[in-house]
């Protein structure tokens, strides 16, 4: 089994949470999308959509990550069980986790990243997009797709009315988690689960973010919550080894320095 992710992505860590979990192996390839290594004619044909992570077995290929999520636990409770009487999560479980699912965390992420390396990545990955396009003209099409939606996202961005639904809708959500966390210890119930498995992400976005004061600390349930699930093994190695202190800043200069030196080397 082969996954293409990489660390800071918020659907690579629900799926990559979902491998440690359930104690699966896997063969793990990084694709950082601020480098444009999504745009590459490997991975386009794999998935023309660009998004990551993407999630192979055999010749089984798979974008959507709850679907990947779900398709994984379907092969630990197999493994487990011996293919009888799989113990698959609730309704109420799989419902939760569309619930998170729902809340798509690009614009809110990208309305707190500084202008100007956002408008320097920006430019950078646009270039890398037309690049690919005169390589692989067979895929030319399925690039000037995401062409015109790097063109959109930019112009979205110019819309505050976007960052305030975007902030009103991840509002609802943790309130409506924090009053489940206050009946039980996890979000379903005494036990960990999938729902946890597309919360902790989120949440560690916010603290990437640095704004953990605003969303997490400020709802009691919440915190608790937060301290309780990053002292599981699968945040560690998933999460916690990329953001914890001067690893989170090691991995972002790493990344805007490639950018930079891309970028400069283009000019000679």
């Known amino acids: 089994m082969q996954l293409y992710h990489h660390p800071f992505s918020l659907d690579s860590q629900k799926v990559r949470l979902t491998l440690e979990e359930k104690g699966i192996d896997y063969t793990s390839h990084h694709v950082n999308p601020l480098t444009g290594k999504n745009m590459d004619a490997f991975f386009f044909n794999m998935n023309p959509s660009g998004k990551i992570p993407v999630f192979q077995n055999g010749s089984h290929i ?15 409770e197999k ?61 030319a099409s399925a690039y000037h797709c995401k062409l015109r939606e790097a063109y959109d996202t930019d112009d979205k961005l110019k819309i505050t ?49 640095n704004l ?23 945040y560690k190695k998933v999460i916690g080894k990329y953001f914890d202190g001067w690893r989170r800043r090691k991995t972002l200069l790493k990344t805007w320095c490639f950018i930079r030196v891309r970028s400069m080397l283009r000019k000679y």
Request: charged share 25%; hydrophobic share 45%; proline share 3%.
């Open 79 to 139: 493994v487990s069980s011996g293919g009888n009487n799989l113990n698959l999560s609730s309704r109420v479980v799989v419902e939760w986790m569309h619930k998170i699912q729902e809340w798509d965390a690009m614009y809110f992420t990208l309305f707190h990243v500084p202008e100007k390396y956002r408008l320097y990545v920006s430019k950078f990955l646009r270039r890398v997009i037309i690049a690919r396009m005169a390589e692989s003209p067979d895929l």
């Open 212 to 234: 953990e004061d605003k969303y997490i600390n400020s709802r009691p349930n919440i915190a608790d919550y937060w301290v309780l699930v990053k002292q599981r093994p699968s």
């Open 161 to 209: 009315e976007v960052l305030t639904r975007s902030e009103n809708h991840l509002v609802r959500l943790l309130d409506e988690v924090e009053l489940k966390l206050g009946e039980t210890s996890y979000l379903i119930g005494e036990e960990f689960s999938l729902a946890d498995v597309m919360l902790i992400p989120v949440l560690a976005r916010l603290e990437l973010l």
């Open 62 to 76: 798979i974008y959507d990550t709850i679907e990947t999520i779900q398709y994984i636990e379907r092969i630990a």
